[in-house]
């Protein structure tokens, strides 16, 4: 399986290369912990001074919020159905990092459990 990774930037000079495209390619469809832990594996979204950077991930809709001082990504609440309409084209699932600073990942992970993307 393929991945396509995207991300925000994170200071004005990180902008050179932006949008940071990247590709990683797995040996097997991973689930999506699989995936985002070989992503931060791979040391792709930068560390910032302090430590207590926040990054959350979209595929076509919110997947997990991502924190400097976490050791593990934490998932928003996926069901099957939201996983098989993830953001993918010719196979490839594609992910974008959005950088929210020093923000307490907490509340933006409280944000986005609670986001509603289609009216009742």
């Given amino acids: 399986m393929t991945l396509y ?3 925000e930037s994170v200071c004005a000079g990180d902008d050179v ?3 940071h495209a990247r ?13 985002l832990t070989t992503v931060l ?11 207590m950077a926040s990054w959350s991930v ?5 997947v997990a919020v991502i924190a400097q001082q976490w050791s593990v990504p934490r998932l ?16 490839v699932l594609r992910l974008h990092f ?7 990942p907490e509340f933006v ?6 986001l509603r993307l289609r009216a009742e």
């Fill in 5 to 7: 990774v995207t991300r």
């Fill in 17 to 19: 290369d932006a949008p």
């Fill in 23 to 35: 590709t990683f390619v797995l040996s097997s469809p991973p689930s999506i912990e699989q995936a």
């Fill in 41 to 51: 594996a791979s040391g792709y979204l930068p560390s910032i001074a302090g430590g």
């Fill in 58 to 62: 979209a595929s076509g809709r919110p």
């Fill in 76 to 91: 928003l609440f996926l069901t099957e159905r939201d996983l098989q309409q993830l953001d993918r084209s010719a196979g």
């Fill in 98 to 104: 959005n950088y929210h600073a020093q923000r307490d």
């Fill in 109 to 114: 992970y409280e944000v986005l459990r609670d």
